[in-house]
């Protein structure tokens, strides 16, 4: 079956870095998503991309988030400058026609 | 008050018996709902969505759609202890494909042998 993909799993970092959290969605998937969890808490949105660009994005996503799709198979999350409160699990999804997408495994940060 | 409520739990039912998990939302323009299941330290797994009211039957899963009660609930049939993990409610706003997903904080299931 078809899977979303993420790397790293777990990525430590120190504050005030930046790190690019990477996704390659399933092939013919459409839309594709960043969420995080942080533990013990909800799944919440970050961003949406349809079409090459952003299409939603949450006010958790400032300036300090970006992403990106750099060559039609990847899609990246980058952190400019991470905080403590970055620390979760982050996870990428996609769909095909918007419903009931997919996620990948997920990569833990950890901002110290 | 929370767009997205669930019953943190713990539910604990016996194998073989049925398992209600309940979800109410907040915003009556919600047109889309969904299931989710997420092992510890794992990611969310799409049990089944449900657009219109009434019940979507997938094997042992039913889901429940109320919209004038803003309510969402999934039945587990025949429950089993893999089926021990946390089930997400999650709606979408609008009738819009690719919109964002709003989640529970999710109801922590587990079925004892």
């Known amino acids: 079956e078809p899977e979303v993909t993420q790397t790293p799993s777990h990525q430590v970092t120190q504050m005030g870095q930046e790190v690019i959290l990477r996704c390659v969605p399933i092939s013919n998937h459409l839309y594709f998503y960043w969420y995080r969890q942080i533990l013990g808490q909800k799944v919440e949105f970050l961003v949406s991309?349809?079409?090459?660009?952003?299409?939603?994005k949450s006010e958790i996503f400032d300036d300090q988030f970006s992403v990106e799709r750099p060559d039609g198979s990847n899609f990246t999350l980058k952190i400019r400058s991470t905080k403590l409160e970055d620390s979760a699990m982050y996870f990428c999804?996609?769909?095909?026609?918007?419903?009931?997408?997919?996620f990948g495994s997920g990569t833990r940060l950890t901002v110290v | 008050q929370k767009e997205v409520e669930q019953n943190s739990g713990p539910l604990s039912v016996p194998e073989g018996a049925i398992a209600s998990l309940n979800c109410t939302y907040s915003d009556r323009g919600s047109q889309s709902f969904f299931w989710y299941r997420q092992y510890s330290g794992k990611s969310p797994e799409l049990i089944m969505f449900i657009y219109s009211n009434g019940d979507k039957e997938d094997g042992r899963f039913t889901a429940q759609l109320n919209k004038a009660s803003q309510y969402v609930s999934l039945l587990i049939r025949d429950s089993q202890p893999s089926d021990s993990a946390t089930y997400l409610c999650?709606?979408?706003?609008?009738?819009?494909?690719?919109?964002?997903?709003?989640f529970g904080q999710g109801t922590e299931l587990s079925v004892k042998p």
């Open positions: 999804a996609s769909s095909q026609t918007g419903d009931g997408y997919t």
């Open positions: 999650a709606v979408r706003r609008r009738n819009n494909q690719g919109g964002k997903l709003i």
């Open positions: 991309f349809y079409n090459n660009e952003i299409s939603e």
